[in-house]
C-alpha cells in the first residue's frame, strides 16, 4: 500500500529565501509524480508532474526533483515571495493517486 | 490543459437530506474517475475509484450506500450523498484520467465541491 510522507509539516521563512520541500512514497512503482499548490478554502492548482521516466521538472521558481529508487522527490522555490504561501501537497501516481499530508508554507515579508 | 468541472461548487443542505455532485471533464474523455474528501487542514483521502460503465471501487472504510457514484458517460461522474449529515461535511474533490493515448496516467483535478450539512 503507498504511502506518502511530507516533510516538513509546516515552514515559515522570510521572503527571498531559497527552500525545499521534501516528499517520499513508499512504492516506487509510481506512473508519476505530482506537486500541488492549495490555497485555504480552494481547490488543487497543479504546479509540476515529474513521469516516472523523467528525473526533473522546472516551471519558473519552481524545480521538482524525482529519484524513484530512493522514493523521494523535491520540490525547490527560489526567491520565495508572500504569494507562495500556501499548502503544498505531493501526489504519488499509481493505479490510485495518494497524497501526502501536505507542508504548510508562510513566506513572511 | 484538460480543463474538469464539479457542480455545485457549494451546497449546505439538512441533516437527512441527499446531494448530488457532478464532475464533468470539459475537453476529453475520461474512462476513470476518482472521487476525494478532504476534511479540514487534512490532506486528499481517495474515497472511490469510478469507472464508465460499471460499478466503482470504494476505498476500505468508505460506505459504498452513503456514497453512490455513478459514471454513466465518459464525461460525466456523480457523487450523491445520501442522507447526509454533519460528519459529512467535507471538501470533495473529483479527478479524471485521459483516455487518450497518452501513458501519463495524469489526473486532472476539479474545483471542489464544500458539502455543509447543518
Known amino acids: 500500500k503507498q504511502e506518502v510522507t511530507q516533510i516538513p509539516a509546516a515552514l515559515s521563512v522570510p521572503e527571498g529565501e531559497n527552500l525545499v520541500l521534501n516528499c517520499s512514497f513508499t512504492?516506487?512503482?509510481?506512473?508519476?509524480l505530482q506537486w500541488f499548490r492549495q490555497d485555504p478554502g480552494k481547490g488543487l492548482t497543479s504546479l509540476l508532474l515529474?513521469?516516472?521516466?523523467?528525473r526533473e521538472q522546472t516551471s519558473g521558481r519552481l524545480n521538482a526533483s524525482l529519484d524513484k529508487s530512493s522514493g523521494r522527490s523535491t520540490l525547490y522555490i527560489a526567491a520565495s515571495q508572500p504569494g507562495d504561501s500556501a499548502t503544498y501537497l505531493c501526489?504519488?501516481?499509481?493505479?490510485?493517486?495518494?497524497f501526502g499530508a501536505g507542508t504548510r508554507l508562510f513566506v513572511k515579508a | 490543459g484538460a480543463v474538469v468541472s464539479q457542480h455545485p461548487s457549494w451546497v449546505i443542505c439538512k441533516s437527512g437530506t441527499s446531494v448530488k455532485i457532478e464532475c464533468r471533464s470539459l475537453?476529453?474523455?475520461?474512462?476513470?474517475m476518482f472521487w476525494y474528501r478532504q476534511f479540514p487542514k487534512q490532506s486528499l483521502m481517495l474515497m472511490a475509484t469510478?469507472?464508465?460503465?460499471?460499478?466503482?471501487?470504494?476505498e476500505q472504510g468508505v460506505e459504498k450506500d452513503k456514497f453512490l457514484i455513478n459514471h454513466a458517460s465518459l464525461t460525466l461522474s456523480t457523487l450523491t450523498v445520501t442522507s447526509a449529515h454533519p460528519e459529512d461535511s467535507s471538501f470533495y474533490i473529483c479527478?479524471?484520467?485521459?483516455?487518450?493515448?497518452?501513458?501519463?496516467?495524469?489526473?486532472?483535478f476539479g474545483p471542489g465541491t464544500r458539502l455543509t450539512v447543518l
Open positions: 479527478s479524471a484520467q485521459e483516455t487518450s493515448g497518452r501513458t501519463s496516467y495524469e489526473q486532472f
Open positions: 512504492d516506487s512503482a509510481i506512473y508519476n
Open positions: 515529474i513521469q516516472s521516466s523523467q
Open positions: 501526489a504519488a501516481g499509481g493505479f490510485k493517486t495518494i
Open positions: 475537453d476529453f474523455q475520461a474512462t476513470t
Open positions: 469510478s469507472n464508465e460503465g460499471s460499478k466503482a471501487t470504494y
